[in-house]
């Protein structure tokens, strides 16, 4: 069992729908939960950083840690074609553990 | 913004030859990762660093493969020999640390072809 999993997707959305994406995790040293967004060709870009379990809002976007089902999500509210990305949950305790990625695409 | 500097952004080469790749990490930042992206595997760590002192390269293929952080400004990662399994992106990223963390940058990457 990989220490992070993540549904490669591809995941289709209308514009304006809500957006879950979602990571499971088997390594309970992990303290810090991040998710990326990646356009093509481009390096990852840090969207949201949370640390133990609860929610957290930025925008459009709210992250969610659940540490006692070693599980994590990220949802987008009123989804844009501009969110058309590779979204990586990342996680880390001494080092740095990435999710492959769930692709996106938010269709107009 | 700040930002990771990664040069070169692509390099074709032959296989056999070495390569060179190069981070400029953001000024500050205490930590520099050293990741590898292909289709197949995702990003997959290669090296890290804190305060310049190697603290994991246990994801490198030890034969081949280098990581050194001469000064706090240039992390350098060298392949010697190039097989063309190491065709793939090479991400820098850096971050502060310090006590908790706080998230890491990632520079755009350089792109690998071993032919």
């Known amino acids: 069992q990989k220490e992070v999993e993540q549904d490669p997707g591809p995941l289709s959305v209308p514009e304006g729908a809500i957006v879950s994406l979602n990571c499971t995790y088997s390594?309970?040293?992990?303290?810090?939960f991040m998710w990326y967004r990646q356009y093509s060709r481009k390096g990852p870009e840090l969207l949201m950083y949370?640390?133990?379990?609860g929610n957290k809002e930025d925008g459009r976007f709210t992250a969610q840690v659940d540490k006692s089902s070693k599980y994590i999500s990220l949802f987008i509210r009123d989804s844009q074609p501009s969110d058309s990305a590779t979204y990586l949950c990342a996680m880390q305790d001494s080092t740095l553990t990435f999710g492959k990625g769930t692709m996106l695409l938010v269709s107009p | 913004d700040a930002r990771v500097t990664q040069t070169p952004r692509h390099k074709v080469t032959e296989m056999g030859q070495e390569v060179t790749m190069r981070c400029q990490p953001i000024?500050?930042?205490?930590?520099v990762f050293w990741y590898r992206q292909t289709m197949m595997q995702g990003l997959e760590l290669l090296a890290y660093f804190r305060n310049r002192a190697p603290l994991d390269d246990s994801g490198m293929p030890k034969d081949r493969f280098s990581a050194e952080m001469p000064d706090a400004t240039l992390a350098t990662l060298k392949i010697q020999p190039s097989e063309p399994r190491d065709s793939a992106v090479y991400f820098c990223?850096?971050?502060?640390?310090?006590?908790?963390?706080?998230?890491?940058?990632f520079g755009s990457g350089t792109r690998l072809t071993v032919v």
């Open positions: 949370t640390y133990s379990s």
């Open positions: 000024l500050g930042h205490n930590t």
């Open positions: 390594n309970s040293a992990f303290q810090y």
């Open positions: 990223a850096s971050g502060l640390v310090f006590g908790q963390s706080y998230g890491y940058t």
